[in-house]
C-alpha cells in the first residue's frame, strides 16, 4: 500500500502543484491559527502564573482581598495560627517609568520577616547586593531594580529613577541591582524591590498589605491551616493556594480566550472544507486513473486509503507548517492579547509565546485530522467509481447536481433546532450549547447553498448578460452547473464572513448599548487618572490630597473621587467602584433593570447599599432587596442591594457604593480617578489645559474629555475583538484559496470547452471576463450565505453566548457596515481571486484544450 | 438553406479561400523534434469541398490547426481568406476565427448549459450582436438542419446526430466562407453520419463554403469533392472526385 501510496499519491501531489500548494495552506493557516491561539492564551496564563510563582516561591497559602488589601494586624493573628511555620507579608503596586513609558511592578517585601527575601540573590560576584542595609531600609525611596531592566536604561547602582505612583512621580535611589532570579524575573523582569514601610508609604497603603504568603509546618494539611487562618480572622479574605489564583484568573478571561479558541477553530473548519474541496476535485479530474487501478485489482478500500493517504500527506505537511507559522503568529500578536487581558482583567507580561512540544503534536494531529475527515467523502466517492462507465467515457464532468430544495429544508430544520438547543442552561456558566447552536446554524446555512445559488444565478443572470453579453450569460449557467462545489467554495467563503459579521454583531450591538449606557451613567466632564487613560486594571491608583486644589481650578463645579477596586466575591473577582454618589448622581442616572425607577442622591450614602450590575446579578441569582456580602477586613459584611443595573465596566460582574462606605468597609482611600463637572458655559478646553498645567504636570495625571474617554473605551472594544478581527482575516483568506481552487479546478474540468470556445471566437478577454464574473457570482453567493448565517449566529452570540459568558443582556443590534463590508469584501475578493485562473483559461493553447477528452 | 451573403473573395471566382504555401510544423527540439508537416501546399477556391485523409500521425490534425488559425507554421506561408495568419496577433486571429471560419468538431462540443438556438447563436453573440438580431437566422438553420422543433432543447436532451446537426449550424451562423470538419461523422452512427455528410454538401453547395473535412471514413470522403491524402507530413496524392485529376497546382 506504501508503494501504491508512493508512486500514485505523492507523485500526482507533486505534479498538481498549485493545487497542492493552496491546500497545504488552507490547512496550515487553520492550524496555525490553533496553535497560535492556543499559545498566546497560554502564554498570558503562565506569565501570570510565573509571576505568581516567582514571588511566592512555594508558598503554602497566600491571603487576600483583591485590591483593597488585607490590614497589617491580621499579620499577628496569622503568625499565632496552630501550623503556620511562617508568614510574610506583601505589597504589588504598579508604576509607570515616565520616561519609557514601561511598566514596574514594585514589591514591598518585609526584609525582616522573610527569609530568604523571596529568592532574591543577596550577593552578586560575591558582594553584597546591597552595601548599607540600614540606610536601604530607613530610605522613603530606596528601591532595588531587577539586573536586566537598569540595564536596559543604563542604571547604575547609586543613581535615580523616576517613577509615577500614587503620590504622582518620585526620584528613587537605586540601591543595587537584582539577579533575574526568585521574585525579580517576575513580571518579565520588570521588577523593583521596596523595603515593607516604604512602599506603604509611597503606594499610600500605610496599615494594609496586599498579601500574606504562609507556609505551613511540614506536618500539617494546608487545606487544615486555611480553615484555621479564615476561622482566627473571622474575615471574608480570600486564602488559597497560589495555584488557584492562577485558577481565578482563567476564569476571568475565559470568555476572551474560550472566543478566541473558537474562532481559531472556524480558520480549522474552513481548512476542512479547503481540503475537501480540493479533493473532490481531485477524484473527479483522476477517475480514469482511479477507474485504471480498480480494473486492474484494486479494492474499495485501497482506492479510499489512497485518496485519503493522499490528504494525510498534506495534512501532516500542512500541520507542520502550521505549526510554525502559528508560532510565529503568537509571537506577533502577543502583545495585543496582552495589552487586552491587562486593561480588561490583570495586569500580565508575557515574554514570549512558545510552543510546547504537545502543542506541536496537536497541531501536527490537527492538520492531519483536518485533511483525513475533508478528504472522507471524495475518498467513499472515488472508492465508488465504476471502472466500466468511467474508462467507457461515459462518466459526466459535472457531478450530478443536489436537491437543493431538500438541503434547504435539511438546513432550516438545523436552524429551527438551534432555538431550543440554544435555551438549553450553561454547565458551569459555559455557553456550550450557544456554541453548538451557533454551529447549527452555520452548517445548515451551508446546506441552504445550493438553493441560494440558482437564486443568485436567476437574479444575476440579467445583470451579468446585461455587463458581459453571452459571456454573463454562461458564467451565470457555469455558477450551478456543478452545484456541489460551486457549493462547497460559498461554504467556506461563508464560514469566514459569517464570523465576522457575527463577531461584528456582538461588536456592535455592545458598542450600542454601551454608548448609551456611557451618555446616561458616566456623564462626567472631565477626567483625571495616572498611568492609563482610563480607570482600568493598568492606571496606577492615587492618594486622594492629589485631588486637593482641582474643584478650585476656574470651570470647575464638582469633583468626585472614584475608586475601582478588584474584589473577590465567591469564585468571582468584582468590580467595586465607589464615588461620593450625590455628586454623581447630580448629573448620572442608572438603566434600572430591577429596584426602584429611580436611585438618587445619598440613597447610597443614607442606606450603605449598592447597586450591582445586571451581569452579576444574573450569575449569582441576585435581585434588589437581596445583600452582596463581601469580605472586609472585619469580616463578611452584607450590603444591602438597592437596584440591579445595566453596567458594563466589568465582565465578571460590578458593585456601585458610596465612597464612604467604602472606605468604611475597606479602610482602603486610595482613589483610581478624579471626575470632574463643569460649571455650566465652563470653557472645557482652557479647564483641561489649567489642570494639565497644574495638577497633571505636578503629579503626571492624565486629563481627558468624555468625549476622548468614550473613544478609549471604545477602543478597548475593539482591541478585545482585535485578534478575533485577524483571525476572521485568515479565515477569508483560506476561503479565498477555495476559490482559486474551485476555479483553476474549473479551468481544468472545461479545458476542452474553453479551447472551444476560443476556437469559435472568443477573446481572451471574454474569456477572463467569463471567470471573473462567475467568481463574483460565487463570492455574492457566499455573502448572501454569510449574512443569513452570520446574523443568525450574531443572534446567538448577543443573545445566548454573550448573557451566559458575561450576564449582560444586550438589544440585538444589525452590523449593517459589516454586512456591506462583507459583501463588498467576498464580491470584489472573489473576483480578485479569479484573475489567477483566468489567466491561465485565456491562455490555454486551444488546439491542446481541443484534444482534451 | 438560404441565400449566401456577399463576400469580397467570391467576385473572383479563381481566387483561393485557403492557401498554404511549403508549410512545415515541427514541435519540439533536437532528437525530441517531430516534424508534423512537411512542406504542405494547398490551395482551396471557395465552395470546394476538401477532404483530408491518413493514417493517425500522418499530420491531418496539425494542417486543419494551421487552416482554422489555431496554429502557426514553423516557415511557409497560411493564407486565409486572403491573409496570411503570420502577421495576426491572438486577437486578430480569433477574431478571423469567430468571423470567416465555421468549426465542426468530432464530439460535437456544444455548451451543456446553452439551449440548441443558443448554442448556434453563440459565435455571433460574441462578435457583440445581440439574441434578437440573430435568432431568426439560427431558426432558420436549426429548422434547415431539421431541428426546427428542438430550438430550446439543451444539449443533453439530443442524440449525438441531432448535437451535430446543431454544431453545423453554429458554424453557418456567421456565413463563414470556410468551415473545418474533424471526424464530424466519427462519433455517429451510420444513419446519423450520412445526415451530417449531406448537410456539410449542401452548405458546399449553395452557399459556396469552402470546406476542410478531416476523417477516417472512405465513404464520408466520398462526399467531397477532392481528396488529400497525407502521410509523414507530406501530402501524398491530391484527386478531384469528379475528373480523378489531380487537384493541387504546384
Redesign the interface.
Request: hydrophobic share 35%; aromatic share 10%; charged share 30%.
Given at each position: 500500500m506504501l508503494t501504491v501510496l508512493r508512486l500514485i499519491a505523492a507523485r500526482h501531489l507533486a505534479l498538481a502543484k498549485v493545487r497542492s500548494l493552496l491546500t497545504l495552506l488552507g490547512i496550515s493557516i487553520g492550524v496555525s491559527a490553533v496553535v497560535g491561539i492556543t499559545a498566546l492564551n497560554g502564554a498570558v496564563l503562565d506569565a501570570f502564573n510565573n509571576m505568581v510563582e516567582s514571588i511566592s516561591r512555594g508558598t503554602d497559602l497566600q491571603i487576600s482581598a483583591g485590591e483593597a488589601g488585607v490590614p497589617d494586624s491580621v499579620l499577628d493573628v496569622v503568625r499565632e495560627v496552630p501550623g503556620v511555620a511562617s508568614a510574610s507579608p506583601l505589597l504589588e503596586n504598579t508604576v509607570q517609568d515616565p520616561e519609557t513609558g514601561d511598566r514596574i511592578l514594585v514589591l514591598g517585601i518585609d526584609f525582616l520577616a522573610d527569609d530568604p527575601f523571596r529568592g532574591l540573590a543577596e550577593k552578586e560576584g560575591g558582594k553584597n547586593i546591597v552595601d548599607d542595609e540600614v540606610a536601604f531600609l530607613n530610605s522613603p525611596r530606596a528601591i532595588l531594580i531587577a539586573g536586566p531592566y537598569a540595564q536596559s536604561r543604563q542604571l547604575q547602582k547609586g543613581q535615580t529613577i523616576k517613577l509615577v505612583t500614587p503620590s504622582g512621580p518620585l526620584e528613587f535611589e537605586v540601591f543595587g541591582l537584582l539577579a533575574p532570579t526568585g521574585a525579580a524575573k517576575a513580571f518579565g523582569g520588570n521588577v523593583g524591590i521596596m523595603g515593607m514601610d516604604a512602599a506603604q508609604l509611597t503606594f499610600g497603603k500605610v496599615g494594609r498589605y496586599d498579601r500574606i504568603d504562609v507556609d505551613v509546618v511540614d506536618t500539617e494539611k494546608p487545606e487544615v491551616v486555611r480553615d484555621r487562618i479564615r476561622t482566627a480572622t473571622k474575615s471574608g479574605f480570600v486564602v488559597d493556594r497560589p495555584k488557584d489564583r492562577g485558577v481565578r484568573v482563567s476564569r476571568m478571561v475565559f470568555a476572551l480566550q474560550t472566543g478566541l479558541q473558537l474562532t481559531s477553530a472556524v480558520a480549522l473548519l474552513v481548512g476542512v472544507f479547503v481540503v475537501f474541496n480540493t479533493m473532490a476535485i481531485a477524484i473527479l479530474q483522476r477517475r480514469r486513473e482511479l477507474a485504471t487501478l480498480r480494473a486492474l485489482g484494486t479494492t474499495r478500500l485501497r482506492v479510499t486509503l489512497l485518496v485519503a493517504g493522499e490528504a494525510a500527506i498534506l495534512g501532516m505537511l500542512g500541520g507542520i507548517l502550521g505549526v510554525f507559522i502559528g508560532r510565529g503568529m503568537a509571537h506577533l500578536a502577543l502583545g495585543i492579547v496582552a495589552d487586552a487581558i491587562s486593561a480588561l482583567y490583570v495586569e500580565v507580561k508575557p515574554t514570549g509565546a512558545e510552543v510546547s512540544p504537545t502543542l506541536a503534536l496537536v497541531g501536527f494531529l490537527l492538520g492531519l485530522g483536518c485533511a483525513i475527515v475533508g478528504a472522507t467523502r471524495p475518498a467513499w466517492k472515488a472508492a465508488g467509481l465504476s471502472p466500466v462507465i468511467v474508462l467507457a467515457g461515459r462518466a459526466t464532468h459535472s457531478a450530478p447536481p443536489k436537491h437543493p430544495l431538500m438541503l434547504f429544508a435539511i438546513g432550516l430544520v438545523g436552524y429551527v433546532l438551534s432555538f431550543p438547543v440554544s435555551n438549553l442552561p450553561a454547565p458551569q456558566g459555559m455557553p456550550v450549547f450557544g456554541y453548538l447552536s451557533s454551529f447549527m446554524v452555520l452548517l445548515g446555512t451551508a446546506l441552504m447553498g445550493p438553493l441560494i445559488l440558482h437564486g443568485v444565478k436567476i437574479v444575476m443572470e440579467p445583470l451579468a448578460t446585461r455587463l458581459g453579453s453571452v459571456v454573463g450569460h454562461l458564467a451565470a449557467e457555469n455558477l450551478v452547473r456543478d452545484l456541489s462545489r460551486a457549493s462547497v467554495t460559498s461554504a467556506a467563503l461563508m464560514f469566514g464572513l459569517a464570523l465576522s459579521i457575527g463577531v461584528g454583531s456582538m461588536v456592535h450591538s455592545f458598542k450600542v448599548t454601551m454608548d448609551a449606557w456611557l451618555q446616561a451613567s458616566v456623564p462626567s466632564d472631565l477626567f483625571v487618572s495616572a498611568g492609563s487613560q482610563l480607570a482600568d486594571q493598568k492606571n496606577i491608583p492615587l492618594k486622594p490630597e492629589l485631588g486637593d486644589g482641582i474643584e478650585k481650578i476656574p470651570g470647575v463645579d464638582k469633583v468626585f473621587h472614584v475608586r475601582m477596586a478588584q474584589i473577590p466575591y465567591e469564585d468571582l473577582t468584582i468590580q467595586v467602584v465607589s464615588q461620593e454618589s450625590e455628586v454623581f448622581f447630580e448629573r448620572a442616572r442608572l438603566i434600572i433593570r430591577d429596584g426602584p425607577s429611580r436611585i438618587e442622591g445619598d440613597m447610597l450614602r443614607r442606606t450603605g447599599g449598592v447597586t450591582i450590575s445586571e451581569n452579576l446579578a444574573q450569575k449569582k441569582g441576585l435581585k434588589a432587596g437581596d445583600s452582596l456580602v463581601l469580605g472586609t477586613p472585619d469580616g463578611p459584611r452584607a450590603f444591602p442591594i438597592l437596584a440591579v443595573a445595566v453596567d458594563f465596566t466589568s465582565d465578571q460582574g460590578f458593585a456601585l457604593m458610596d465612597r464612604q462606605t467604602y472606605v468604611e468597609a475597606f479602610g482602603d482611600t486610595l482613589v483610581d480617578m478624579f471626575q470632574l463637572y463643569l460649571k455650566p458655559g465652563a470653557n472645557l478646553e482652557a479647564v483641561r489645559k489649567e489642570l494639565a498645567a497644574t495638577v497633571g504636570r505636578k503629579y503626571g495625571l492624565n486629563v481627558v474629555t468624555n468625549q476622548e474617554f468614550r473613544d478609549y473605551v471604545g477602543g478597548l472594544v475593539d482591541n478585545a475583538f482585535k485578534i478575533t478581527s485577524a483571525i476572521q482575516l485568515v479565515a477569508l483568506l483560506v476561503a479565498l484559496l477555495g476559490i482559486i481552487n474551485t476555479l483553476l479546478a474549473s479551468v481544468l474540468d472545461r479545458t476542452r470547452e474553453i479551447g472551444v470556445l476560443r476556437a469559435i471566437g472568443t477573446l481572451r478577454n471574454q474569456v477572463n471576463l467569463l471567470m471573473v464574473l462567475e467568481a463574483m457570482m460565487l463570492g455574492l453567493g457566499g455573502a448572501i450565505m454569510a449574512t443569513v448565517g452570520g446574523l443568525a449566529f450574531g443572534y446567538i452570540f448577543v443573545m445566548v453566548i454573550n448573557v451566559q459568558s458575561t450576564g449582560w443582556s444586550l438589544p440585538f443590534a444589525v452590523p449593517w457596515r459589516t454586512v456591506g463590508e462583507a459583501f463588498a469584501i467576498s464580491v470584489l475578493a472573489a473576483g480578485f481571486a479569479s484573475l489567477v485562473p483566468a489567466r491561465r483559461a485565456g491562455r490555454l493553447d486551444i488546439k491542446e484544450a481541443l484534444a482534451e477528452e | 438553406m438560404g441565400a449566401p451573403l456577399p463576400r469580397k473573395h467570391l467576385s473572383d471566382p479563381t481566387m483561393s479561400i485557403i492557401e498554404l504555401r511549403d508549410v512545415h510544423r515541427t514541435y519540439g527540439e533536437g532528437h525530441a523534434a517531430v516534424r508534423a508537416l512537411r512542406g504542405v501546399n494547398l490551395v482551396v477556391p471557395p465552395g470546394q469541398f476538401v477532404a483530408i485523409m491518413g493514417p493517425s500521425g500522418s499530420g491531418k490534425?496539425t494542417l486543419l490547426?494551421m487552416v482554422?488559425a489555431?496554429?502557426w507554421p514553423s516557415s511557409g506561408d497560411v493564407i486565409l481568406d486572403g491573409q496570411p495568419i503570420a502577421k495576426l496577433d491572438?486577437?486578430a486571429l480569433?477574431?478571423l476565427?469567430?468571423?470567416r471560419i465555421g468549426?465542426i468538431?468530432q464530439?460535437f462540443?456544444l455548451?451543456?448549459?446553452?439551449t440548441a438556438i443558443?448554442n448556434v447563436?453563440?459565435?455571433a453573440?460574441?462578435?457583440?450582436k445581440t439574441l434578437g438580431d440573430v435568432s431568426p437566422k439560427a431558426k432558420e438553420l436549426l429548422t434547415r438542419v431539421g431541428l426546427g422543433g428542438r430550438l430550446n432543447n439543451k444539449p443533453s436532451q439530443m442524440s449525438g446526430g441531432e448535437q451535430q446537426r446543431v454544431a453545423i449550424a453554429?458554424a453557418l451562423i456567421t456565413d463563414p466562407p470556410i468551415l473545418l470538419a474533424d471526424e464530424p461523422t466519427g462519433n455517429l452512427d451510420s444513419k446519423s453520419g450520412a445526415e451530417v455528410l449531406q448537410l456539410l454538401r449542401e452548405a458546399c453547395d449553395e452557399r459556396r463554403v469552402a470546406i476542410v473535412m478531416v476523417t477516417h471514413d472512405a465513404n464520408a470522403a466520398l462526399k467531397a469533392d477532392r481528396q488529400v491524402n497525407i502521410k509523414d507530413g507530406e501530402v501524398v496524392s491530391d484527386v478531384l472526385h469528379k475528373s480523378g485529376q489531380p487537384a493541387q497546382v504546384q
Open positions: - | 490534425s490547426h482554422g489555431l496554429d491572438d486577437d480569433t477574431r476565427r469567430r468571423d468549426f468538431f464530439f462540443n455548451l451543456p448549459t446553452l443558443e447563436c453563440l459565435p453573440l460574441l462578435a457583440g453554429r
